[in-house]
């Protein structure tokens, strides 16, 4: 039931759906006489706010504090055990359709662990990601790119893939069921950097020790974060991406799904972040 409602609810709550839906009711508001003029003025506040909102940093600025909360995996020596790919990157449907692979702009998720995979030849990987549909089972996105592992001569036997994840919850519950971690291994977490905090909470809390291997960075940082966006579609997008993470991150703190508001490094009794 959560993950149906939380679906809905985000489609209608998106930023950029909600204001276009705010300027389409100023627009019907005006075609009444006794609501002309606040139809209007309705429809005018809410394009001034999507142009805003569309051009200005703001989305740079939700993102950020997610993207930095942990650091670059820097290889420290110790052997890696597993490498876990959370879903994502592909378009499963399409992929399907085209009889190929489908990538969007998460791909680095994708990239990133093939080159994981040739560093660490012994490493185990997991492909978790299911279908997300909401209405329909639709297609799963880890057997679409476990075959295109396959295709690129990587070996099949290291290859483990879990398709019944819809959420990333899920990706950590049955991940760890399927990993079956052991005491002391290794597994290295790859995803987008914007989302490596909600996914690492949900592994904690399912008891799978991670090592952070964020990607897919959509800030600079420095002083590029204050850049406005030369496309108005640009900045409502990582908009609609940030405040979902955000609504996210609060939604699974408050379900009891993570046991950290905003999850990040774990301070080890030295006084060092563990990773």
């Given at each position: 039931?959560?993950?149906?409602?939380s679906?809905?609810?985000?489609?209608?709550?998106?930023?950029?759906?909600?204001?276009?839906?705010l300027?389409?009711?100023?627009?019907?508001?005006?075609?009444?006489k006794?609501?002309?003029?606040?139809?209007?003025?309705?429809s005018?506040?809410?394009?001034?706010t999507?142009?805003?909102?569309?051009?200005?940093?703001?989305?740079?600025?939700?993102?950020?504090?997610l993207?930095?909360?942990?650091?670059?995996?820097?290889?420290?020596?110790?052997?890696?055990?597993?490498?876990?790919?959370?879903g994502?990157a592909?378009?499963?449907?399409?992929?399907?359709?085209?009889g190929?692979?489908?990538?969007?702009?998460?791909?680095?998720?994708v990239?990133?662990?093939?080159?994981?995979?040739?560093?660490?030849?012994?490493?185990?990987?997991?492909?978790s990601?299911?279908?997300?549909?909401v209405?329909?089972?639709?297609?799963?996105?880890?057997?679409?790119?476990?075959?295109?592992?396959?295709s690129?001569?990587?070996?099949?036997?290291?290859?483990?893939?879990?398709?019944?994840?819809?959420t990333?919850?899920?990706?950590?519950v049955?991940?760890q069921?399927?990993?079956?971690?052991?005491?002391?291994?290794?597994?290295?977490?790859?995803?987008?950097?914007?989302?490596?905090?909600?996914?690492?909470?949900?592994?904690e809390?399912?008891g799978?020790?991670?090592t952070?291997?964020?990607?897919?960075?959509?800030?600079?940082?420095g002083?590029?974060?204050?850049?406005?966006f030369?496309?108005?579609?640009?900045?409502l997008?990582?908009?609609?991406?940030?405040?979902k993470?955000?609504?996210?991150?609060i939604?699974?703190?408050?379900?009891?799904?993570?046991?950290?508001?905003?999850?990040?490094?774990?301070?080890?009794?030295?006084?060092?972040?563990s990773?």
């Amino acid at each position: 039931m959560f993950y149906y409602v939380s679906k809905i609810a985000w489609f209608f709550t998106t930023p950029s759906n909600l204001l276009l839906s705010l300027i389409l009711l100023g627009l019907v508001l005006s075609l009444f006489k006794r609501l002309r003029r606040f139809g209007i003025g309705l429809s005018l506040v809410f394009t001034m706010t999507t142009i805003a909102l569309g051009l200005l940093p703001v989305a740079s600025y939700l993102l950020l504090p997610l993207e930095e909360r942990f650091p670059p995996f820097q290889d420290d020596g110790r052997p890696v055990d597993g490498i876990i790919l959370l879903g994502g990157a592909v378009e499963a449907s399409d992929s399907k359709t085209r009889g190929q692979i489908v990538a969007n702009e998460s791909a680095e998720r994708v990239l990133d662990t093939i080159q994981l995979a040739h560093r660490y030849p012994a490493a185990r990987i997991l492909i978790s990601g299911g279908g997300g549909a909401v209405f329909a089972d639709g297609a799963a996105e880890a057997p679409i790119i476990a075959d295109y592992f396959k295709s690129i001569a990587i070996d099949p036997a290291r290859l483990l893939v879990e398709h019944r994840s819809r959420t990333t919850a899920e990706n950590a519950v049955y991940s760890q069921e399927l990993a079956k971690p052991q005491a002391g291994e290794r597994w290295l977490l790859v995803t987008s950097a914007w989302h490596m905090p909600r996914a690492v909470g949900v592994f904690e809390t399912v008891g799978f020790p991670v090592t952070p291997y964020p990607v897919d960075f959509r800030t600079a940082g420095g002083s590029r974060t204050h850049r406005p966006f030369a496309f108005i579609s640009e900045g409502l997008r990582r908009l609609d991406i940030g405040t979902k993470e955000w609504a996210g991150l609060i939604a699974y703190y408050a379900s009891g799904r993570t046991t950290r508001l905003f999850p990040g490094p774990q301070v080890s009794a030295g006084g060092s972040a563990s990773r």
